[in-house]
């Protein structure tokens, strides 16, 4: 009677631990759905945008030549003698972007050699957080900073700047992303295998050969990748263009005077008493359409790059 008793307690344990094949079946299914769903409703969002940013885009061009829109070096779509040279917002969106990436790019990646490779763990563990609370910080106070704390102070160094101009605009967008470009790229280069470092250092490579010698390169993709999607922010970024740069289409590179970036003209667009339907309000959606192919080439890059020069340990 006890070796039943004992018999059925061991059957009784064993059950308790086998496994439940089909109810695991169930909740990874369950699971697969949910997440399968989330992924689509992104795609799905994605081809929304796109969708509806093609119907106003067809309309424009139906009544403005693709050509013209591509060539002409005038941008007044909101004047009476209206002009549809985009390539006007293009040039300054990439000088603003220009001079942000002479700023962001040097410092990040400096910043991120800093934390990954000299700073003691302890520094790293709270100098890095407080770098990442940059990018907290909402970019219409970095606007106002550019317009009010930056702009006075070039003025005092730099001849015939302007109130509005794409210097200053430039200057603390490169602040801005700053955070970006420093911490992806510090987690490029921490995530290299501390292996080659050695090494390197067994056949007499000094601290600095082995950083710019082996871990840079080694990190050299993922570097890229950061530097790419701080370019993508730049183009997109709105605020601080608006409010530091100005709303004066000029095709011109000089940084000292006003400007009008994509963004800041869909701003001013948006913000205003445009008609529905009419092709001042159309003028929003190529722009936005033109902005939307620009950071769609960028990232195709990123990963192509990404893809190719990717380094894989094993």
């Known amino acids: 009677m006890t070796d039943d008793n004992g018999l059925h307690q061991a059957h009784h344990s064993t059950e308790l631990w086998k496994p439940n094949r089909a109810k695991s079946k169930r909740d990874e299914g369950i699971v697969r759905f949910v997440f399968g769903a989330f992924a689509l409703l992104s795609v799905f969002t994605t081809f929304g945008i796109i969708f509806s940013l093609i119907q106003e885009t067809i309309k424009f061009f139906s009544q403005v030549p693709f050509w013209q829109f591509l060539t002409d070096t ?40 800093c934390l990954s490779e000299y700073a003691p763990r302890k520094v790293r563990a709270w100098l890095k957080p407080a770098l990442e609370l940059l990018a907290g910080v909402p970019t219409v106070v ?30 603390v967008l490169g602040i801005a ?50 530097i790419v999607l701080g370019v993508a922010r730049a183009v997109g970024e709105t605020m601080i263009v608006a409010l530091a740069a100005g709303q004066n289409p000029n095709l011109t590179l000089d940084p000292r005077v006003a400007i009008q970036t994509m963004t800041s003209f869909i701003v001013q667009v948006a913000g205003g008493d445009v008609a529905v339907g009419t092709l001042k309000y159309d003028t929003l959606f190529v722009v936005g359409m033109t902005l939307f192919f620009i950071t769609l080439t960028l990232n195709v890059f990123s990963y192509w790059f990404v893809r190719k020069y990717q380094e894989k340990y094993e």
Do not use: C, H, M
């Open 74 to 113: 005038q941008w007044t779509p909101l004047f009476t003698n209206a002009r549809y040279g985009i390539f006007v917002l293009i040039s300054a969106t990439f000088l603003t972007s220009f001079i942000a990436l002479l700023v962001a790019v040097p410092l990040g990646l400096l910043a991120a050699i």
């Open 142 to 171: 970095f606007g106002y900073f550019a317009l009010l704390f930056v702009t006075p102070i070039l003025k005092d160094f730099i001849p015939g700047i302007q109130t509005f101009n794409g210097l200053s605009a430039g200057l």
């Open 177 to 226: 992303l700053l955070p970006t470009i420093a911490s992806l790229s510090e987690d490029a280069i921490y995530a290299v295998p501390s292996t080659l470092r050695q090494a390197a250092y067994a056949v007499g490579a000094t601290k600095r050969e082995v950083v710019t010698g082996v871990v840079l390169r080694a990190a050299l993709s993922g570097i890229v990748a950061a």
